[in-house]
């Protein structure tokens, strides 16, 4: 008969560990879906400095332009032929998104004036180039 009275008191002493694995897989799910919208280009750049510039929502579309006019678009090198290419598959993921040019300073505009007709070609006319505040 002992041993039946031990029973009922360890079931009352055991921590339910539920309620707490609930709380860890919703704060993972969280980490998740917010880290597959940052967008990196895999590079940095030094941009310009500006006095007149506004922030742009929805810039789906970040290419970056170093200053030994490699240009960069989601942590890949892209050759300047392929940018075309590569602005068309990620409109197709995000057809209302903007393209963001993060040229740095030392870039030659010429690559920069490239990539935002190659953009305008496909009928992507929110086209901006990122720059500092001042």
């Known amino acids: 008969m002992s041993r039946n009275n031990e029973k009922p008191e360890e ?4 921590i339910d560990l539920t309620p707490m694995l ?3 897989f919703i704060m993972l799910i969280f980490f ?3 880290a597959t919208f940052i967008k990196e280009t895999g590079i940095e750049v030094t941009r310009p400095e500006a006095t007149m510039a506004e922030p742009k929502e929805n810039a789906a579309i970040l290419i970056a332009v170093n200053e030994n006019n490699e240009i ?3 942590k890949e090198e ?3 032929r392929g940018v075309k290419a590569q602005i068309e598959r990620l409109q197709a993921e995000n057809p209302k998104g903007t393209v963001v040019i993060q040229a740095d300073q030392g870039a030659d505009m010429e690559m ?3 990539i935002t007709e190659s953009a305008r070609d ?6 901006a180039v990122s720059t500092e505040e001042n």
């Not at 079931?11 to 055991?14: T, V």
């Not at 496909?122 to 086209?127: D, K, Q, R």
């Open 22 to 24: 609930d709380v860890v």
């Open 78 to 80: 892209v050759d300047p």
């Open 11 to 14: 079931e009352a002493q055991a």
């Open 32 to 34: 998740i879906v917010t």
């Open 72 to 74: 960069w678009i989601d």
């Open 112 to 114: 920069v004036i490239s």
């Open 122 to 127: 496909l009928g992507i006319t929110n086209v």
